[in-house]
């Protein structure tokens, strides 16, 4: 079992410029959602979904995008990259709401 | 919107007990608490989670009082390779379904030899 795979692992990005972070799972989990950690922060919540087509902003939605088209997929899309950006990402499925959840290794993204 | 209080950080030796304690004074009737462990640079891991009472696993144990304002996380002793941040989530119902974790800076446990 693979579990939840992010890619890519590591990303620099210029100012403006956009792109898409994958998470894929293979555990069937319905509840999916994407974090981000800053230096010596706690992961904040930046969108997440109980399932297909349907997704809900968190606590730091700006800037970000994201779909469900599939139980597998949950795609994080920047739309154009700002320094404020920088951080690491973390993707997190779960089969319910009050479950264990499980992490992805993260993508560290910078914008220069 | 249940939010959690923790200790920003503690220390340790190898082979003591350690107890991190969570408040989380505005529980809601239907919120689990859930202990998550973080190592540098991966993302965080289940280690616990409980409703009421004592839930005992391999890895710790997790006591909550009658009122369930409050939480303790205990590791039984520790080892070097316990040195991570904690963090102790209480289930956010303002999201929908409550699906969403909600996470503080946590608790950053050092543990030396």
């Known amino acids: 079992n693979a579990g939840v795979t992010q890619t890519p692992k590591f990303q620099v990005l210029k100012t403006g410029q956009s792109m898409t972070l994958q998470c894929a799972q293979d555990?069937?989990?319905?509840?999916m959602s994407w974090y981000r950690q800053d230096p010596g922060m706690g992961l904040r919540l930046i969108h997440y979904s109980v399932g297909a087509g349907i997704t809900d902003q968190g606590e730091v939605p700006n800037g970000y995008n994201v779909s469900r088209s599939t139980t597998e997929d949950f795609p994080l899309r920047l739309l154009s990259a700002a320094p404020s950006q920088t951080s690491v990402y973390f993707c997190?499925?779960?089969?319910?709401?009050?479950?264990?959840?499980?992490f992805g290794q993260g993508t560290r993204l910078t914008v220069v | 919107l249940a939010k959690t209080t923790q200790p920003i950080s503690m220390d340790s030796y190898e082979g003591q007990e350690v107890n991190i304690t969570c408040s989380h004074n505005?529980?809601?009737?239907?919120?689990?608490i859930t202990w998550y462990q973080q190592f540098p640079s991966q993302g965080p891991r289940f280690i616990i989670q409980g409703y009421k009472t004592k839930v005992t696993n391999e890895v710790a144990s997790l006591f909550i009082p009658a009122d369930r304002k409050s939480s303790t996380l205990s590791l039984p002793r520790v080892s070097l390779s316990d040195t991570a941040v904690y963090y102790c989530?209480?289930?956010?119902?303002?999201?929908?379904?409550?699906?969403?974790?909600?996470f503080g800076k946590g608790t950053t446990l050092s543990v030396s030899s």
């Open positions: 505005n529980i809601a009737t239907n919120d689990y």
């Open positions: 997190a499925s779960s089969p319910d709401s009050n479950t264990e959840a499980f």
């Open positions: 989530l209480v289930g956010d119902m303002t999201y929908q379904a409550g699906t969403a974790l909600i």
């Open positions: 555990m069937n989990h319905e509840y």
